[in-house]
Every structure is written in C-alpha cells, then in structure tokens.
C-alpha cells in the first residue's frame, strides 16, 4: 500500500483525532490522508461514527477556534478524510 505523506498540519490533526479518540491501535502518524474516517467499507478507513464526529468537532473548535455546524450539508465532503478536514479548517482560520 502507497500511503500518502502528510503535511505538518495533517500530522498535528491526526495527533489530536487520536487523542481525543482515544485511538489506543493506531499513531497519528500510521493515519493515511487520504483514507476515509467514517467508511469502515473502504482499505484503512478509521470506521469512526457520529459520537466521534462530534468529538471532532469539538477538538477542532478548541484547537483551532473553528465552528463546524452539525447541519452544513457540506460535512460529508469535509469529514471525507484527514486532508479534507485539514483544508476545510486552514479555509475557515
């Protein structure tokens, strides 16, 4: 498998999506960028869920001051993977 490097920022996120998680199985640095967070049906997804949507969202407006609306019906695209949900939070800082 040809995983994809990750930026500085897409390390940072992923070192708070483990913690906040509490990922015990896998290092932030092990999350591919590309990879899907929710789709558990697809190779390396992190099969993460609602409850864990809302962790993130909470972990992304203490870290970094942005709002991520639990109805914008653009999620889907931001919570896609590691890298759309990096550039959606540079977009809004």
């Known amino acids: 498998m040809d995983m994809s490097t990750q930026t ?3 390390l940072k996120l992923a070192e708070i999506l483990v913690t906040v998680l509490d990922l015990e199985d896998i290092s ?3 999350i591919d960028p590309e990879a899907a967070l929710f789709d558990a049906s697809t190779p390396n997804s992190l099969g993460l869920d609602s409850i864990d949507a809302l962790e993130i969202t909470l ?3 203490k870290n970094y001051g942005v709002q991520i609306k639990a109805d914008d019906e653009n999620n889907h695209a931001v919570f896609k993977n590691l890298r759309s949900l990096t550039n959606h939070i540079n977009s809004k800082r």
Do not use: N
Request: avoid cysteine; charge should be negative.
């Open 59 to 61: 972990a992304i407006t």
């Open 8 to 10: 500085e920022e897409e």
């Open 28 to 30: 932030a640095s092990d």
